[in-house]
């Protein structure tokens, strides 16, 4: 079964650090895109941050320079280390896979089609 | 603020179709055809319902379908039935540096 796992969500104050994890099972994480999209509570999805299969990482602005995507091939687990929390980093943070096709002469972008079920980060003092 | 533009609510009878926008930019909806659209219920993981604008994945009924155009993407819910009642968000790839925008999402009711 193709699933996704997050964990490491907590309290954490102002200016702490957090590393979320987010275990894949039934496909390979380095084989594919994968995101982390945040949702504020009672607000609207935001994407944070991508990986691509060949490893290069990109972030929205309100996280650039904070927050490190990475994953470890070896253990097929996805990662975000965040740095700096502030309050409004406070949100449920789901891992997601993005379906994208490369090929030579075009990029094919299917949308995320596998969500894990979100870990909660909130910081505050 | 979204990137992506959505009504906050819509509400339709059962049975009845409703239908939800998604206004962006050349740079996102209008500059490529890779707009999604996704289903959320209270305290759910979002689902993908859409993608590519007007494709369905395996499992979603038929109900739901997409279109574009131009910077606007609209999703139409058929035959409405009360589980079809939650939070449903558009998003759009926009370039490999913004990647991607999502919208502010729309609370679906059904009456």
């Known amino acids: 079964e193709v699933q996704l796992v997050e964990s490491g969500g907590g309290l954490i104050q102002p200016g702490g650090s957090l590393r979320l994890s987010c275990a894949a099972s039934g496909f390979t994480v380095s084989s594919n895109y994968m995101s982390w999209v945040r949702q504020a509570p009672g607000k609207g999805l935001e994407w944070v941050s991508v990986i691509y299969s060949g490893g290069s990482t990109y972030y929205a602005d309100s996280v650039k320079g904070r927050f490190t995507i990475s994953r470890d091939n070896s253990k097929n687990t996805l990662y975000l280390q965040m740095n700096s929390l502030r309050a409004e980093d406070t949100a449920v943070y789901y891992c997601a896979r993005d379906r994208v096709v490369v090929t030579t002469s075009y990029y094919y972008y299917y949308g995320m089609d596998v969500w894990g079920q979100g870990t909660t980060v909130t910081v505050s003092s | 603020q979204s990137a992506l533009t959505q009504p906050p609510s819509a509400s339709g009878s059962p049975g009845q179709s409703v239908t939800i926008s998604c206004t962006g930019t050349?740079?996102?909806?209008?500059?490529?055809?890779?707009v999604s659209w996704y289903q959320q219920h209270p305290g759910k993981a979002p689902k993908l319902m859409i993608y590519?604008?007007?494709k369905r994945p395996s499992g979603v009924p038929d109900r739901f379908s997409g279109s574009k155009s131009g910077n606007t993407a609209s999703l139409t819910v058929s035959g409405l039935q009360a589980e079809d009642e939650a939070d449903y968000y558009c998003?759009?790839?926009?370039?490999?540096?913004?990647?991607?925008?999502f919208g502010g999402g729309t609370k679906l009711t059904v009456l």
């Open positions: 590519e604008v007007s």
């Open positions: 998003s759009s790839y926009a370039g490999s540096n913004t990647y991607v925008v």
């Open positions: 050349s740079s996102d909806v209008g500059g490529y055809n890779y």
